[in-house]
């Protein structure tokens, strides 16, 4: 398996995503826990300084934050890229907007107990919103 357009993916992978950017858009906590896994950890190093947030804390910082939807946010997300080297395991770069940012991830995204997840995640800010 190789990098590949995501429109090749298969639908079990692009509905995680599609959930992924539902999850950040309206923070559904019961999609964010289908989302993500109980292991997973998000990891971004803003301003030089490395942040590491296993998923507990990661959720309690999303649950407790007004929604990209409830302040009005566009929501204009897409996938710049995708990598699948092997059945279990893949690569997805996504890129949304969300509180005056636009943000791209790096997702490692794993198949453990019948199902895709998102195992980590290392976020950037790349410019702001239009």
């Known amino acids: 398996m190789a990098l590949m357009n995501f429109?090749?993916?298969?639908?079990?992978?692009?509905?995680?995503?599609?959930?992924?950017?539902?999850?950040?858009?309206?923070?559904?906590?019961?999609l964010f826990d289908k989302v993500f896994h109980k292991d997973s950890v998000l990891y971004s190093a803003q301003g030089g300084e490395l942040s590491?947030?296993?998923y507990l804390v990661?959720?309690?910082a999303v649950a407790n934050r007004k929604s990209p939807a409830e302040l009005g946010n566009p929501?204009?997300?897409q996938v710049?890229?995708?990598?699948?080297?092997?059945?279990t395991l893949a690569l997805v770069k996504p890129q949304l907007e969300m509180f005056g940012g636009v943000m791209q991830d790096y997702l490692n995204i794993v198949f453990l107990d019948g199902?895709?997840?998102v195992m980590s995640k290392m976020w950037e800010k790349?410019?702001?919103t239009a």
């Open 52 to 54: 590491i947030r296993p």
């Open 7 to 30: 429109e090749q993916a298969e639908p079990a992978i692009k509905k995680l995503i599609s959930d992924y950017f539902e999850v950040l858009h309206s923070q559904d906590m019961d």
């Open 126 to 128: 790349v410019g702001e």
């Open 115 to 117: 199902q895709w997840w």
């Open 80 to 87: 710049l890229m995708f990598d699948q080297i092997s059945p």
């Open 75 to 77: 929501r204009r997300d």
């Open 58 to 60: 990661y959720r309690e």
